[in-house]
């Protein structure tokens, strides 16, 4: 939302490559909750040093890395070891059916908090991995 390409900050690397990610307990919370769909306005629902572009971007990883060690006293490998936490929304929660949305734009930031109910408008496509959609969320009552 305030680094994405409709903001007046609008920062594509920020967006890209420094936006934040779940806590290590995320993935176990979601599926206690029963949440089967979440919605985000950054470019992946891991943090993107639990990505590839950890590797791409060395001078970065060792920003983040830095930055766990001063707040929580544990490295990165430490608090999320990549066996376990590389791609985890993807790897992890997807075969558990919970599924997720990328790159929301428009009024994400001010949605309240609590439970919708999502309709998704995707063009017909055969084993992809990935495509622009239409998403209209409804708030439980």
Known sequence: HKYGWN???SDEFRYMIKHPGPSPDFADWCLKKKIKYLGVDCVAMEHPMNTIQRIFHPKTFEEANEKLL???EGDWDEIYPLDQYYQDMHLNLFPKGVVHIENLGGDLAGAE???????SFIPKGVELASC???F?????K
Do not use: I, L, M, N
């Open 113 to 119: 908090s609590g439970r919708y109910f999502f309709v």
């Open 7 to 9: 903001s007046p900050d």
């Open 70 to 72: 001063a707040q929580y």
């Open 136 to 140: 209209t969320a409804f708030k439980e």
């Open 132 to 134: 622009w959609g239409r």
